[in-house]
């Protein structure tokens, strides 16, 4: 079926503008063409105006049928295809692929050859194919192929049609040069499109459904501070001195509340498995305020993680857990207690698509514009201007361990009740 | 044509369905899915959010006693295949495929039908797009299936026949009536006798087209 262009305009009513049109510089064409080209312009252009077709055709002196025909020309078509549009509008331009009706020109009746190379590629089966095998192994330089010339190619032609028994009374062997000519520019027509990189199988994603209910979409996952700072562990009455320049923050957020469940601090770049679980945990034992040792720091009134609101949200069901596809996130015993003790449903998402878990992410955004405050930051990459300047790198200022809990646990519970 | 040739060598280890495990490599690279089920009580993988909508629809189909994803490893010439799902419905065995727009190969369809027919089986491609169709409902049973899995231990027979007697004294109730939200010590019992009563299909509710919730009706089936 093919289009007419008034249902193309129905369809796609982008195309009334006609200045959103390809534009082509007449001066590119040939002379003969040039003056035809720039009245349909005119023409096309009025009429897509809103002017009446008799008084576009009366302005320009033409035929009234003509308006109709060249918006045919540029908007019909293919419904499945582009219109052809302002490309159209060159005279003498071929809209359609020209099928061969007659019989091919032979010793016996001589005729024109126009469109005979298509019809014996849609005629001899295989012929087309073989073509084809012949081109791909010269392109992608198989060991099992030839480097083909236009010579060759021709004569790879000729061979396969004295294979199929094609007469040699007929097209292309009564018109030498005019077969051979028209194979060249097949030859090359056909190995440029067979160079083309090919599309890559796209994956559709479909969206998830919005959770409706507090606990059913659960997004965890970790981001890494810098705290350059020394611990002082305390292990059989000696005190050793530990140096942290990187530390873990753990967050579990609601995607329907968009509320920050619960959150866990681990002192190392790499959390394992129990510190997940320690998070996880943390979703059923009540939230506890910090004590405060910071000057200036204090949580805002009603600021708490939703644990500490009471029984009926530490005993909640789970949904899904959705996590990143981190090789602690598939340890066993995060799988076991997420689905076998809790009931709920584990996902590890799709590699490299961190949007599906937005609002986690978003909330590392948060923290990370406060965490960026300090100096001594390494910033969100090697090239970001808000990372540590060298001359603290002597002298790093410092921020404890103990001032950064409380600022995250501040910070935190502050965006639940913002 | 080279497909077409291994129609004839379909062979598997077993057809004792047993979900085959999922590489570590494809869990971290497909949107692979995790629960545990009340008719599949063990953590079952799914590789797909559709594989997922699918297992809670055999769990909320009271015909359905049983079922197992990934249930065997099917040889095809030198290729393996795995089915996505083995259900047993209503006495009957079927191997279950989801694809996108139920666009599978033809020859290894048509392969894997004869090879699960000499076995009585029978094999179906479902599409993907038939089962999102049913997502809300699949959403609602997944619900219950979570809470049913979470509250295992449970004892509910006194819940169990108290919410039948109530159903009983009045048609079409809602879940708010049945299960009062205030009340904090009997609320959660009788949720998940509720929930088992509706997945053993004692009862129904309306699920098909809005989430489950206190304004949800349930009726005795008949």
């Known amino acids: 079926m093919r289009l007419t262009w008034r249902q193309r305009l129905m369809d796609e009513p982008g195309y009334c503008n006609f200045t959103a049109w390809p534009v082509i510089d007449p001066n590119t064409l040939p002379v003969t063409k040039r003056r035809g080209f720039l009245r349909n312009r005119h023409i096309v252009a009025q009429a897509l105006a809103g002017r009446s077709f008799a008084e576009v055709a009366a302005a320009n002196g033409v035929d009234l049928s003509l308006v109709s025909v060249l918006l045919q020309r540029s908007l019909g078509g293919d419904p499945d295809g582009a219109p052809r549009l302002t490309m159209a509008l060159v005279p003498g331009t071929h809209i359609r692929p020209g099928r061969r009706r007659k019989a091919l020109p032979s010793l016996a009746a001589p005729a024109g050859a126009r469109g005979a190379f298509q ?90 459904s919005p959770a409706h209910a507090i606990y059913q979409d659960i997004h965890i996952d970790e981001h890494t501070y810098d705290a350059h700072t020394t611990l002082y562990l305390s292990l059989d009455g000696q005190i050793i001195p530990l140096r942290v320049s990187r530390v873990t923050l753990i967050l579990a957020v609601d995607a329907a509340t968009d509320c920050y469940l619960a959150y866990q601090l681990c002192l190392t770049q790499r959390p394992n498995q129990y510190d997940l679980l320690a998070l996880l945990r943390q979703l059923r034992s009540p939230w506890q305020p910090l004590p405060l040792t910071t000057p200036g720091l204090q949580y805002a009134p009603g600021a708490c993680l939703p644990s500490a609101l009471g029984t009926p949200f530490i005993l909640a069901g789970l949904g899904v857990v959705r996590l990143d596809n981190a090789l602690a996130h598939l340890a066993h015993s995060v799988r076991d207690f997420v689905c076998e003790r809790e009931g709920a449903t584990l996902n590890l998402g799709l590699p490299n698509h961190p949007k599906g878990r937005h609002p986690v992410e978003h909330a590392f955004d948060l923290a990370a514009s406060h965490a960026h405050r300090l100096p001594s930051t390494t910033g969100s990459h090697p090239h970001d201007v808000l990372r540590e300047a060298r001359k603290n790198l002597d002298r790093p200022p410092t921020i404890t361990l103990r001032a950064l809990e409380e600022a995250l646990s501040v910070t935190l519970t502050e965006h639940n009740v913002g | 044509m080279p497909r077409l040739a291994f129609s004839a060598r379909v062979s598997a280890d077993t057809l004792v369905p047993a979900e085959t495990p999922t590489p570590h490599g494809l869990l971290r690279q497909a949107d692979c899915y995790q629960q545990v089920g009340v008719k599949y009580p063990q953590r079952g993988t799914f590789h797909s959010y559709a594989e997922l909508l699918h297992a809670a629809l055999l769990e909320g189909d009271s015909t359905v006693s049983h079922y197992v994803p990934q249930p065997y490893r099917l040889r095809l010439g030198r290729r393996i295949y795995i089915p996505d799902c083995y259900v047993v419905q209503a006495g009957q065995r079927r191997v279950v495929e989801l694809k996108p727009r139920g666009e599978f190969d033809d020859a290894m369809q048509r392969a894997v039908t004869a090879f699960l027919a000499e076995h009585r089986q029978h094999f179906e491609v479902i599409a993907n797009e038939s089962v999102f169709a049913r997502e809300q409902e699949a959403l609602n049973w997944l619900h219950i299936v979570r809470a049913l899995v979470a509250a295992r231990a449970l004892d509910t027979c006194a819940d169990e026949q108290a919410v039948l007697d109530d159903c009983r004294s009045a048609t079409g109730i809602t879940l708010g009536a049945l299960c009062d939200p205030t009340d904090r010590l009997a609320a959660p019992r009788r949720e998940i006798a509720l929930y088992r009563l509706l997945h053993r299909g004692r009862l129904r509710a309306s699920l098909a087209e809005h989430p489950l919730d206190f304004t949800t009706e349930v009726r005795l089936c008949d």
């Open chain 1, 119 to 208: 019809h014996l590629l849609a005629t001899v089966p295989g012929l087309q194919a073989a073509l084809d095998t012949m081109l791909v192994a010269a392109i992608t330089h198989d060991r099992h192929g030839q480097n083909v010339t236009p010579q060759i190619f021709h004569a790879e032609l000729l061979r396969l049609l004295r294979d199929a028994h094609w007469p040699e009374d007929t097209y292309p062997f009564t018109a030498v040069r005019q077969g051979y000519e028209t194979a060249r520019r097949y030859y090359h027509r056909r190995g440029q499109e067979l160079q083309l990189p090919k599309p890559k199988p796209t994956r559709v994603i479909r969206p998830l």
